[in-house]
């Protein structure tokens, strides 16, 4: 069974810096594109990073500049590098990937991890 599980959140002060790690397992062909997202209280969830598996990268404009996200293909997970954090950035940050199951047939599905808080405090 596929699943994502995310690591690397937790309580931060306004200006510093979190990682985030998501990694992909169980019977896995194929990944692509991962991604981060995020979702306030109430708000809605917003796209805040992607990149394929050739490298290839978007961002939210309001984290351009302070974000980063990159990819491990070989370990099958995809990190987010936070840095000069804000308040508002205090959020749950879901992990998401299409991916195509190691199993003869199964079509490409999204997974999305079981998410991990984030709180930037001022």
């Known amino acids: 069974q596929v699943q994502l599980v995310e690591s690397g959140g937790g309580l931060v002060q306004a200006g510093g810096s979190l990682r985030l790690s998501c990694a992909a397992s169980?019977?896995?062909?194929?990944?692509?594109?991962m991604g981060w997202s995020r979702q306030a209280p109430g708000n809605q969830r917003e796209l805040v990073a992607a990149?394929?598996?050739?490298?290839?990268?978007n961002y939210a404009d309001s984290v351009k500049g302070r974000f980063t996200i990159f990819r491990d293909n070989a370990k099958n997970t995809v990190y987010l590098q936070m840095s000069t954090l804000k308040p508002e950035d205090t959020a749950v940050y879901y992990c998401?990937?299409?991916?195509?199951?190691?199993?003869?047939?199964?079509?490409?599905?999204?997974?999305w991890g079981q998410g991990t808080q984030v709180t930037v405090s001022s």
């Open positions: 998401n990937a299409d991916i195509q199951p190691r199993v003869v047939g199964s079509p490409w599905s999204n997974y």
């Open positions: 169980g019977s896995i062909f194929r990944i692509n594109p």
């Open positions: 990149i394929t598996s050739g490298g290839s990268t």
